[in-house]
Nanobody, 118 residues
């Protein structure tokens, strides 16, 4: 059983910063891909930032230069540092982990709300 637990969401003013954390129930090296997704009200869930076990990172165009994904393997934790936040960043943010080989597994956290508003 894989568990992902997010924390760090909240209310922040435009231009502010937040850091989201995702703690996994097993070593992050167990996963082939890890990342953050978000879903705004009335919108589809979208990828925000991901990294693959080979070291490749990808960011949505809308967050490039403002968000940074990182990890601490000793703590089994993945982070999303969000700077220069905008109202359009308001969403529920979800941590995701995927196993691609030798079997497929796709795991989600419960989500954490981020609200950017003055």
């Amino acid at each position: 059983q894989v568990q992902l637990v997010e924390s760090g969401g909240g209310l922040v003013q435009p231009g502010g910063s937040l850091r989201l954390s995702c703690v996994t129930s097993r070593s992050i090296f167990s996963f082939n891909v890890m990342g953050w997704y978000r879903q705004g009200s009335g919108k589809e869930r979208e990828s925000v930032a991901t990294f693959a076990s080979g070291g490749t990172t990808n960011y949505a165009d809308s967050v490039k230069g403002r968000f940074t994904i990182s990890r601490d393997s000793a703590k089994n934790t993945v982070y999303l540092q969000m700077n220069s936040l905008k109202p359009e960043d308001t969403a529920v943010y979800y941590c995701n982990a995927k196993i691609l080989v030798p079997y497929y597994g796709n795991y989600w956290g419960q989500g954490t709300q981020v609200t950017v508003s003055s």
